[in-house]
């Protein structure tokens, strides 16, 4: 096992599981107040591999919580109905009976909001006997595997990013398709919450300073051109960030928690488990705006 303890870490061990990006971290329990040196630890593990996975933990909505809001604000999702004793908690849930699963496309969280989530804490309540991953995409190898004339277009390009996509559901509202293939995950009207933003395509990280493409399912089209034109340019995009030697996956146990950097990442949750049960609690942490 490649486990990396150095003068960084005196208090964790990390294990690589990919080329690209993604770790598990061993050495912390998340149900007890992390010390802030050993807290610093986990930020600088997650800003080096963008992911990290921890196993083997005990953890309750409001426990999960308490972690999260270390990290800062929570950003409640404005479509998304919260667990009841906590809102900020996300209960997603898929049984044998819903035809697809919540997340199952390649995408950033909430890239529709004016500030987007920066990250995500998702906890395995119940896994399936086998299936049910998720893949991460590092968007940084993305942006920086582009030539240097593609670069140079996609610089000063913006991205409008669409909460309730019409277009990618077949011209159906989000909560037309959850009701009919989602049973278990209920939508609510988002109010006055805005949920179409424009955002750069190539984003700058405000903690690391690497550029990253910043690209994924919520996007519509680019600023000042028309779904028509921007669509191809969107495809290549899509299809290069998502290239396999840019992901890592994650196989779920129950008690296994993922945090995720949705500023150079997209996750895609993998729905090859029809006749089980998957049961997931998640937390996202409120972002800056993108520059």
């Not at 404005?78 to 809102?87: D, S």
């Not at 019409?166 to 009919?180: I, T």
């Not at 299809?239 to 030697?245: D, F, G, M, Y």
């Not at 890592?248 to 049960?277: I, K």
Request: negative net charge; hydrophobic residues 35%.
């Amino acid at each position: 096992m490649n486990v990396t303890r150095n003068s960084q870490y005196r208090h964790i061990e990390t294990h690589r599981i990919a080329g690209a990006l993604g770790a598990e971290v061993s050495g912390v329990n998340l149900a007890e107040d992390l010390p802030d040196e050993v807290l610093g630890e986990v930020r600088t593990a997650l800003l080096e591999n963008q992911v990290i996975f921890f196993r083997d933990q005990n953890l309750s909505p409001a426990r999960q919580l308490a972690f999260a809001r270390r990290w800062g604000e929570i950003h409640l999702h404005p479509f998304m109905v919260g667990m009841e004793e906590h809102p900020e908690v996300l209960r997603i849930v898929k049984t044998p009976s819903d035809k697809k699963n919540f997340g199952g496309s390649w995408h950033t969280d909430q890239m529709f909001s004016p500030q987007p989530a920066m990250g995500t804490i998702l906890y395995a309540v119940q896994a399936p006997s086998v299936g049910g991953d998720t893949m991460f995409t590092s968007q940084y190898l993305a942006y920086e595997s582009l030539s240097d004339g593609m670069k140079a277009l996609l610089a000063d390009l913006k991205t409008v990013c669409v909460g309730d996509n019409f277009k990618k559901n077949g011209g159906k509202s989000r909560k037309e398709m959850y009701s009919r293939q989602m049973s278990h995950m209920q939508v609510k009207d988002p109010g006055d919450v805005q949920t179409t933003s424009v955002h750069p395509l190539v984003r700058t990280h405000p903690e690391t300073g690497r550029k990253a493409l910043f690209i994924g399912g919520h996007v519509q089209h680019f600023d000042g051109m028309t779904d028509e034109e921007s669509q191809p340019l969107i495809d290549f995009l899509m299809k290069h960030s998502t290239r396999p030697e840019f992901i890592c996956r994650f196989r779920w146990e129950a008690g296994s928690l993922a945090f995720w950097d949705n500023r150079c990442t997209q996750h895609y949750a993998v729905n090859d488990y029809p006749a089980e049960t998957r049961i997931m609690h998640r937390v996202t942490v409120r972002g800056d705006t993108p520059f």
